[in-house]
């Protein structure tokens, strides 16, 4: 049984049938495969981000409606957190800066988000600013997640801090409304 194997594996490794196709099966597989790993890394992206997106609109939306109660940078934390539905780690994971924007003399937020980086001292939140009755507020959050694949296409793309983490940022205005 064990000889007859042999035989025909010896046999079928002397064979030349098909071998312009293997160098074309070598060289299009990893091509291919590529394609496959950055298209669901750009998935689970706007997975990501639609989750983001969507928990900071809902979130500045019950801020601009409940204009009574005391907001705090750990309560929108913990609102986002909880309408994201699948953020991983999103408490530990999501920085905020919420501004009183003047819409006469618009300034806006600083280019780059204010993102969290584990390796790094804590910082101080760089700005929160709880608004009143009537105020125009910018709300950004900032959320670091570990790619898919973060050494093949897109996911080595990223621009990544020093823990390996890619980050992704969301903006909301929104005008505070009266009681």
């Known amino acids: 049984?064990?000889?007859?194997?042999?035989?025909?594996?010896?046999?079928?490794?002397?064979?030349?049938?098909?071998?312009?196709?293997?160098?074309?099966?070598?060289?299009?597989?990893?091509?291919?495969?590529?394609?496959?790993?950055?298209?669901?890394?750009?998935?689970?992206?706007?997975?990501?981000?639609?989750?983001?997106?969507?928990?900071?609109?809902?979130?500045?939306?019950?801020?601009?409606?409940?204009?009574?109660?005391?907001?705090?940078?750990?309560?929108?934390?913990?609102?986002?957190?909880?309408?994201?539905g699948g953020l991983t780690n999103c408490a530990s994971q999501l920085r905020l800066e919420m501004i009183v924007v003047d819409p006469r003399n618009f300034a806006g937020l600083p280019e780059r988000a204010d993102c969290i980086d584990t390796a790094l001292d804590p910082r101080p939140v760089r700005g929160f600013t709880p608004g009143q009755r009537h105020n125009l507020m910018m709300l950004r959050a900032c959320y670091n997640f570990s790619?898919?694949?973060?050494?093949?296409?897109?996911?080595?793309?990223?621009?990544?801090?020093?823990?390996?983490?890619?980050?992704m940022s969301t903006i909301s205005a929104f005008v505070q409304e009266p009681s």
């Open 1 to 84: 049984m064990i000889t007859r194997m042999k035989k025909a594996l010896r046999q079928f490794g002397k064979k030349e049938d098909g071998s312009a196709i293997v160098f074309e099966f070598m060289i299009m597989v990893p091509l291919v495969f590529g394609v496959f790993f950055m298209a669901l890394e750009l998935g689970m992206y706007s997975i990501r981000q639609m989750l983001l997106d969507r928990s900071v609109d809902r979130t500045a939306r019950e801020i601009r409606i409940n204009t009574s109660a005391n907001i705090t940078h750990d309560s929108i934390k913990n609102m986002i957190c909880e309408n994201s």
């Open 147 to 167: 790619p898919i694949f973060p050494t093949t296409g897109l996911g080595f793309a990223y621009a990544k801090n020093s823990d390996g983490k890619a980050a």
